[in-house]
Structure formats: structure tokens, C-alpha cells
């Protein structure tokens, strides 16, 4: 089973910058995609972004430009860059990677608890 676990969620003002973080840790797995969602309160999930295992990158269209995603195959950690944050962008962001087991062939997705980012005016 793959264990995600997030880091770096806070209280930051319009305008700042955070870095959340991700590890992923388990055995016999092949992580295939890693991303971010979000849920702000009251709102449905969202997607933010995600990247392949070759590195390439894709964004909600809405965050593009603002954040920036990237990913260290070495250390299975995913990153998310987020400047220019917004009110807006308060949630709980969630990581989550598309694995399957060494010896298997199918891929699950699986997530972290998440990790709080609060945005003041």
C-alpha cells in the first residue's frame, strides 16, 4: 500500500508563496502519476495539477502561471509551487499518486489526509 503524507500547508497572506510537499512511501509499487487536488470549504474537489513519470506537467486552467509543479523520481516526492496566492485558494490540498503493485498490471489511485493552506486578505 502506498502512503502519501503532505507537508508545508499554513497561514499566508494574498500575495505570498508556499511549497507544499509530498512523499510517497511503500513497498512493491510503480507510481505512474502524481498531482494535487484541492477542496475549498463548502466547495466540491478539485483538481490542480499533476505530473507524469517522464516529467511532463498539466494544470487546471484556471492556476496556470500561478503554480508550478515538479516532481523527484528519485525521492517519490511531488512539489507544488503556489505564488501570487488568493483568498480564493483556501483549502485543504490533497496529493495523491496513480500506482500499481510491482507484480501487478492495474493502477489505484491513492491519497494523502492533506494539508491545510489558508490565504488572508
Known amino acids: 500500500q502506498v502512503q502519501l503524507v503532505e507537508s508545508g500547508g499554513g497561514l499566508v497572506q494574498a500575495g505570498g508563496s508556499l511549497r507544499l510537499s509530498c512523499a510517497a512511501s511503500?513497498?512493491?509499487?510503480?507510481?505512474?502519476?502524481m498531482g494535487w487536488y484541492r477542496q475549498a470549504p463548502g466547495k466540491q474537489r478539485e483538481w490542480v495539477a499533476g505530473?507524469?513519470?517522464?516529467?511532463?506537467?498539466m494544470y487546471a486552467d484556471s492556476l496556470k502561471g500561478r503554480f508550478i509543479i515538479s516532481r523527484d523520481n528519485a525521492d517519490n516526492t511531488v512539489n507544488l509551487q503556489m505564488n501570487s496566492l488568493k483568498p480564493e485558494d483556501t483549502a485543504v490540498y490533497y496529493c495523491?499518486?496513480?500506482?500499481?503493485?510491482?507484480?501487478?498490471?492495474?493502477?489505484?489511485?491513492?491519497w494523502g489526509k492533506g494539508t491545510l493552506v489558508t490565504v488572508s486578505s
Open positions: 495523491y499518486t496513480r500506482s500499481r503493485p510491482r507484480d501487478g498490471t492495474s493502477y489505484n489511485d491513492y
Open positions: 505530473v507524469g513519470s517522464g516529467g511532463n506537467t
Open positions: 511503500g513497498s512493491n509499487f510503480i507510481i505512474n502519476l
